[in-house]
Nanobody
Framework: VQLAESGGGLVQPGGSLTLSCAAS????????MRWYRQAPGKEREYVAS????????NYADSVKGRFTISRDNGKKNVYLQINSLKPEDTAVYYC???????????WGQGTQVTVSS
């Protein structure tokens, strides 16, 4: 089971990024997926989720209106489009499946997003 996040980088405030998460080793199309992030010195926090079909999406209040989660079950990828980036969005971003085998301590390597001028 693997999830490989990519697409992070250094972006100026107000900029945009699209993060990708490539899945392998499990039946991706049957799993709801989530994005989380962890800022320096802070707890990891929930960002967004999407149902297995992509028909249902939810967002943390802090990112509503700026972040868009999507998925392509054919490509086994989940995406996070981030617009109007703010310095407080600086964090390592992780994707994760909902349910076994993605237990509490299961995390990929994440992708670093740094928002700075």
């Amino acid at each position: 089971v693997q999830l490989a996040e990519s697409g992070g980088g250094l972006v100026q405030p107000g900029g945009s990024l699209t993060l990708s998460c490539a899945a392998s080793g499990f039946t991706f199309s049957t799993y709801a997926m989530r994005w989380y992030r962890q800022a320096p010195g802070k707890e990891r926090e929930y960002v967004a989720s999407i149902s297995s079909t992509g028909n249902s999406k939810n967002y943390a209040d802090s990112v509503k209106g700026r972040f868009t989660i999507s998925r392509d079950n054919g490509k086994k990828n989940v995406y996070l489009q981030i617009n109007s980036l703010k310095p407080e969005d600086t964090a390592v971003y992780y994707c994760k499946g909902l349910g076994a085998p993605f237990g509490r301590d299961w995390w990929g390597q994440g992708t670093q997003v740094t928002v700075s001028s």
